[in-house]
């Protein structure tokens, strides 16, 4: 046989062995789904729209439970507050394994509390919950670190005296400091280099994140890994905070050192840091960023909210958590904003813990599952508008807050949001009705704020040469 033919036969052999290979394995018995093809799982049923359009386009023919192939990775989708409490909250145990994000594995590799699992999360958890709870490094208490906070960031806002100002780099920088403050126990001022660095590593880092390149790479992380792109550079970022905040827990990994199967290592200590860095500035800050969009977009709202401020707390006083109880209308608005926002809108990967039997399938261990918060966020039988700013959606006829089951923006079960509560906090003190004296935009502004980001521009803040993010 001639040598081309040999190569030909060859080739062909070897992709043979690979159509084998590729073709998703169907494992336990897993909720129905659109047929994967070998390798590249259900690209074709992808939209250009990006991955949650897509998948809620799926629930319509496959019902609040299905499956669908990434690449060569089931993931089984829950829609809907039902199939979400059931599976996060009923079976709680089973569902508390982490699952993977492609773009940022390579750093984490499992450690720190977002990522870890296992006798490992549960340490970590503990640790970071008493961390934030208690006293952080520091004596204050969190609440006083937040009204710190807050106080400055009055101070920078009132500076502008009228002028406009893109607000997004005051809003990281106080998310960052608050955190930096709990687990460093100190803030920084917002023209340090240093901090300037980290607050610019994360907010290019979460972008990259969040774009169309990272739904992407999820699908084909198997093999794109190889090649140059985004996930470089947010593994360049985020090594590099990695190192910045390596030096704070050294004299805790000097403690444990005689334990040698404590995991207050060094690793875990650093990346333990990293994951509240990580899930809380950019989550919080964005939050703050859209608020302040709704709140200008909706005068009248906003209003209402500063007549509450002043009757509760009054202009000389820093709002504190024990004013809460009075003010439903303030907490009802806040509530809006959060479901509103939906900042993680796919929710973020769980897995399951064993082999776990759900609604007639099984899961078998190692599953992947993505709770779509979006789908209970925006679910008309539990919100009435539920596109629009409606604060209505929180309140009972009599003006008192009204809970809603399907308000789950931190998630539910074993792996809820751990910063749920600093979030509230520092959304309350940093409202725009409680930074007041402070430059509200003339009326013409107002009629070209839109909600929708039209652009995204990089450009040099002319204060302090960082990038600046323009969504408006
Ligand atoms: C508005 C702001 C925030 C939102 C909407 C938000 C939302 C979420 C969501 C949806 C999850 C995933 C839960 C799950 O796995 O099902 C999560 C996890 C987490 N969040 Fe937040 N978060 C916010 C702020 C924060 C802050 C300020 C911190 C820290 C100080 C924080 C720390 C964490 C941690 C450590 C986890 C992982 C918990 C675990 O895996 O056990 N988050 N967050």
């Given at each position: 046989m001639e040598l081309s033919a040999l190569l030909f036969l060859a080739v062909l052999m070897g992709l043979l062995l690979l159509l084998v290979k590729?073709?998703?394995?169907?494992?336990?018995?897993?909720?129905?789904?659109?047929?994967?093809?070998?390798?590249?799982?259900?690209?074709?049923?992808?939209?250009?729209?990006?991955?949650?359009?897509?998948?809620?386009?799926?629930?319509?023919?496959?019902?609040?439970?299905?499956?669908?192939?990434?690449?060569?990775?089931?993931?089984?989708?829950?829609?809907?507050?039902?199939?979400?409490?059931?599976?996060?909250v009923d079976k709680a145990e089973?569902?508390?394994?982490?699952?993977?994000?492609?773009m940022v594995e390579p750093v984490f590799?499992?450690?720190?509390?977002?990522f870890a699992n296992g006798d490992r999360w549960k340490t970590l958890w503990r640790f970071s919950l008493a961390t934030m709870r208690d006293f952080g490094m520091g004596k204050r208490s969190?609440?006083?670190?937040?009204?710190?906070?807050?106080?400055?960031?009055?101070?920078?806002?009132?500076?502008?005296?009228?002028?406009?100002?893109?607000?997004a780099f005051l809003f990281q920088s106080i998310a960052a400091n608050i955190i930096s403050s709990i687990v460093f126990g100190k803030r920084f001022h917002y023209?340090?280099?240093?901090?300037?660095?980290?607050?610019?590593?994360?907010?290019?880092?979460?972008?990259?994140?969040?774009?169309?390149?990272d739904q992407l790479f999820e699908l084909f992380?198997?093999?794109?890994?190889?090649?140059?792109?985004a996930h470089r550079q947010v593994y360049k970022n985020l090594q590099e905070v990695s190192a910045f905040i390596g030096h704070v827990y050294l004299l805790r990994v000097e403690k444990e050192k005689s334990n040698p199967h404590s995991e207050f290592n060094q690793k875990n200590l650093i990346l333990n840091t990293l994951s509240l860095f990580f899930a809380g500035t950019e989550t919080t800050s964005t939050t703050l960023r859209y608020g302040f969009l709704l709140m200008l977009k909706h005068p009248h709202l906003t209003e209402g909210v500063h007549k509450e401020i002043e009757q509760v707390?009054?202009?000389?006083?820093?709002p504190a958590l024990d004013n809460w109880i009075k003010m439903p209308y303030t907490d009802a608005v806040i509530h809006e904003i959060q479901r509103l926002a939906a900042l993680l809108r796919l929710g973020v990967p769980h897995m399951v813990t064993r082999d776990t039997h759900f609604r007639g399938y099984i899961m078998p261990k190692n599953t992947e599952v993505f709770p779509i918060l979006d789908s209970a966020l925006r679910d008309p039988r539990y919100f009435e508008k539920p596109d629009a700013f409606n604060p209505d959606h929180f309140l009972d006829a009599?003006?008192?807050?009204?809970?809603?089951?399907?308000?789950?923006?931190?998630?539910?079960?074993?792996?809820?949001?751990?910063?749920?509560?600093?979030?509230?906090?520092?959304?309350?003190?940093?409202?725009?009705?409680?930074s007041r004296p402070s430059p509200w935009p003339a009326p013409w502004h107002l009629r070209t704020l839109t909600l929708h980001p039209r652009r995204v521009v990089w450009e040099q803040d002319p204060q302090n040469t960082r990038s600046a993010s323009c969504l408006v």
């Open positions: 590729g073709r998703p394995k169907a494992r336990g018995h897993l909720p129905p789904g659109p047929h994967p093809l070998p390798f590249l799982g259900n690209i074709l049923q992808m939209d250009r729209g990006g991955l949650l359009k897509s998948f809620l386009r799926l629930r319509e023919k496959y019902g609040d439970v299905f499956t669908v192939y990434l690449g060569r990775r089931p993931v089984v989708m829950l829609c809907g507050i039902e199939a979400i409490k059931e599976a996060l089973d569902f508390s394994g982490r699952g993977k994000i492609a590799q499992g450690y720190g509390v977002f969190v609440e006083e670190r937040i009204q710190e906070e807050a106080q400055c960031l009055l101070e920078e806002l009132q500076k502008s005296k009228g002028a406009l100002l893109d607000p023209r340090d280099e240093e901090f300037l660095k980290l607050l610019d590593l994360f907010f290019q880092s979460s972008s990259l994140i969040s774009s169309f390149s992380s198997d093999f794109l890994k190889f090649f140059p792109g707390i009054g202009t000389h006083r820093p009599s003006g008192a807050l009204k809970k809603n089951e399907a308000f789950i923006p931190f998630s539910l079960g074993k792996r809820i949001c751990l910063g749920e509560g600093i979030s509230k906090t520092n959304c309350s003190s940093s409202s725009p009705s409680s």
